[in-house]
């Protein structure tokens, strides 16, 4: 029991210094900050591309896909009633497994795994079961987030939606939003919990009252 409550203090503790490193991030940024370039490492980057970060998040990435199944198809002899319910059994069978095949088949979020995620000021670059997958800024076309569920989603121009979580998504969330959309990422609506979290804060510090938002 003291082993379950100490893992789980201790995860409490990672989500905080998440929490606390996206505030202070997005703090800095919001003031005319810039992101911290670290040291070049083994990476084959591009001209002028810079890593600002890497470490692990969880990822996904949203589709459909083709299932293929089997239908159940009898040969019943006998009296009429045993056909019959031999012929029953079959369609709910095969009903069954197209349902089955239709849900697998739907478009969902797969390929979840905890990945490790590199950002540079073009892209970022997951390696993904030993590929190493691309998903560049300017393709992006829709940034929303669920912060206080620790995760946020990107989608492309071209290409699946992505969605990265964990402890560390908040941090990469404001980055990724300042390097997509400039100074404007301080309005976004995905951000909403970390600009009230540093107006709080800022107040708590200052005794000023933060205004509600409409």
């Keep these: ?25 997005y703090e800095h940024l919001s003031r005319g900050g810039q992101l911290v370039a670290l040291p070049p490492t083994g990476l084959r980057l591009g001209h002028d ?10 990822y996904a990435r949203f589709y459909g896909t083709v299932v293929q199944y089997r239908e159940s198809s009898h040969l ?12 029953a059994g079959d369609a709910i069978s095969n009903a069954s497994a197209r349902s089955r095949a239709q849900a697998m088949a739907a478009a ?12 540079t000021n073009q892209r970022l670059l997951g390696d993904y079961q030993g590929n190493l997958l691309s998903f560049w800024h ?24 992505l969605m990265l979580h964990g402890p560390a998504a908040p941090w ?13 990422f301080m309005h976004l609506p995905a951000l909403a919990p970390i600009s009230a979290a540093v107006a709080q804060r800022s107040s ?11």
């Design 49 to 58: 591309e810079t890593i600002f970060s890497d470490t692990v998040l969880g």
């Design 204 to 214: 708590a510090i200052t005794g000023e009252v933060v205004p509600e938002r409409p």
């Design 1 to 25: 029991m003291n082993r379950r409550n100490d893992s789980a203090a201790a995860f409490e503790a990672v989500l905080r210094d998440g929490w606390s490193s996206a505030c202070q991030l």
């Design 138 to 161: 300017n393709g992006v076309v829709e940034f929303t987030a669920d912060l206080t569920q620790w995760s946020f989603i990107l989608r492309y121009e071209e290409g699946n939606p």
């Design 108 to 119: 969902q979020w797969r390929d979840q795994a905890q990945v490790r995620m590199i950002l």
């Design 172 to 184: 990469y969330a404001v980055a990724v939003a300042w390097l997509v959309f400039g100074p404007q």
């Design 76 to 87: 019943w002899f006998g009296s009429t009633g045993f056909v019959l319910a031999g012929m």
